[in-house]
């Protein structure tokens, strides 16, 4: 599956922004769909991620409350919507898909994620 996301730009404190991924290929349904991020001299973190058919999400610490993943598989997109955004939210956000996880203890890990979109640059002024 090839991913295409969009949707970063410039923000203030305060402000909401939401994220698009669009996949193509295989069935966009049989993925678990997860949302990461990496700001400079930092690793990459996870975000957010959601089941198949969207019936469970999972968010870090950092954003929930703040932050809402969605998807709508009928256009194999799923979604980030960001509210209340910080300056420590300043990264590049990347899409990831996994169709080899099957449990919610992998949701949170990288490299159980098979592919990548190119990132899109949110920056949260102050």
């Known amino acids: 599956v090839q991913l295409q996301a969009s949707g970063g730009g410039l923000v203030q404190t305060g402000g909401s922004l939401r994220l698009s991924c669009a996949a193509s290929?295989?069935?966009?349904?049989?993925?678990?769909m997860g949302w990461f991020r990496q700001a400079p001299g930092k690793e990459r973190e996870f975000v957010a991620a959601?089941?198949?058919?969207?019936?469970?999400?999972y968010y870090a610490d950092s954003v929930k409350g703040r932050f809402t993943i969605s998807r709508d598989n009928a256009k194999n997109t799923v979604y980030l919507q960001m509210n209340s955004l910080k300056p420590e939210d300043t990264a590049v956000y990347y899409c990831a898909a996994s169709a080899s996880i099957h449990d919610m203890s992998s949701w949170t890990r990288g490299p159980m994620y098979g592919n990548w979109g190119q990132g899109t640059q949110v920056t949260v002024s102050s």
């Open positions: 959601i089941s198949r058919y969207g019936g469970s999400t």
């Open positions: 290929g295989r069935t966009f349904s049989t993925y678990v």
